[in-house]
């Protein structure tokens, strides 16, 4: 049957000849791959796509001719396909491998170098110090499925050039908080943080996720806190989600200290930890806060009736304050647990 299917290839009917592919991919006999290579040149573009299918699904080591003729043709398409082969080639994949990876062309570039990282781990020092931002990515993947990672490799990627290479690391410290319990590299982290606007929020969540006091991070967070800056207030009020506050005394309280209404607000909304209920109270008696904080901390609360008897005292006492904005929201507060 494949070799009937294969005579029909040549047959003058193009109808005749498409129900021969069909038929040789439904027998699924690499045996087969050597009459789909003629396909390459065919006219017709839908034979030779099925000549590209047909190679990558059944090439094999003895291949290695096809390879390399794939490596020089001067179709991107064929050369992409030369790299997804080239893995079952042997050890010749490297020549093929290293040759595709210093194409002209960046999407034969692109393909050769993911197939080569892939087989290849000593290869990401070299990825890295590529001129092209999208391998440097690539290796910076590879190195993500990895247990143990070159210190060196991620101190090359915090110093990269590139925004999105500076990103993509910053984020692999996040979510690997293992790989700088050291501290090792906050100081390029807090450098990132200062200069870089499109990584500074991931770079400082990770610097006050990691609960690390040291000295530096301690003088540079009060100033990060500071910035009005509605994503950041965000992220930190995530971060801040169900940790205990306890282990980050130093973070609350430059929060607490800082004039960054909405960091603060948002830190305590929907936190019911006694922790928080005493900062709330502190601010409410505080008059030296803004009358805009102190009444949107009571309207965070509406229809949430609070078993801190000191807070209802105060709350109560506020229906009586000078500011209409405090005391209006004192008195709806009251009437929303009533």
């Known amino acids: 049957m494949v070799r009937a299917a294969i005579r029909q290839l040549n047959d003058k009917d193009v109808r005749q000849r498409r129900r021969a592919v069909r038929k040789l991919f439904e027998l699924d006999d690499s045996t087969a791959i050597d009459a789909f290579i003629p396909l390459l040149d065919d006219s017709d573009e839908w034979f030779r796509e099925k000549a590209l299918i047909a190679i990558q699904k059944w090439a094999s080591m003895k291949d290695l001719e096809l390879a390399e003729r794939l490596t020089s043709s001067k179709k991107v398409e064929e050369r992409i396909l030369a790299s997804r082969i080239a893995p079952r080639i042997g050890k010749s994949s490297e020549k093929i491998l290293e040759r595709l990876c210093n194409d002209s062309d960046h999407l034969v570039k692109q393909n050769a170098w993911k197939v080569r990282l892939q087989i290849d781990e000593e290869s990401i020092r070299e990825a890295m110090e590529n001129d092209e931002t999208g391998v440097r990515i690539l290796a910076l993947e590879k190195i993500e499925e990895m247990e143990l990672i070159d210190k060196e ?164 006492e506020l229906q009586n304050s000078k500011s209409e904005s405090i005391s209006n929201s004192a008195q709806m507060f009251i009437k929303s647990i009533d």
């Open 153 to 316: 490799i991620i101190k090359i990627a915090l110093k990269d050039k590139s925004t999105r290479v500076r990103k993509k690391i910053v984020s692999l410290l996040m979510a690997r908080p293992e790989l700088n319990t050291s501290g090792e590299y906050d100081k390029i982290i807090i450098d990132i943080a200062e200069n870089d606007k499109n990584v500074q929020i991931d770079a400082i969540i990770m610097l006050i996720e990691s609960e690390r006091e040291s000295e530096l991070i301690r003088e540079k967070i009060p100033e990060w806190i500071e910035q009005q800056n509605p994503q950041l207030v965000r992220a930190v009020v995530k971060s801040l989600k169900d940790k205990d506050w306890s282990d980050m005394n130093y973070l609350i309280t430059a929060i607490f200290n800082s004039t960054n209404e909405k960091l603060i607000s948002g830190v305590l909304r929907r936190n019911k930890s006694n922790e928080a209920n005493d900062f709330r109270k502190e601010i409410l008696l505080d008059e030296r806060r803004s009358d805009v904080l102190r009444a949107r901390l009571i309207e965070d609360l509406f229809g949430k009736k609070q078993n801190d008897e000191e807070f209802m005292d105060i709350v109560i």
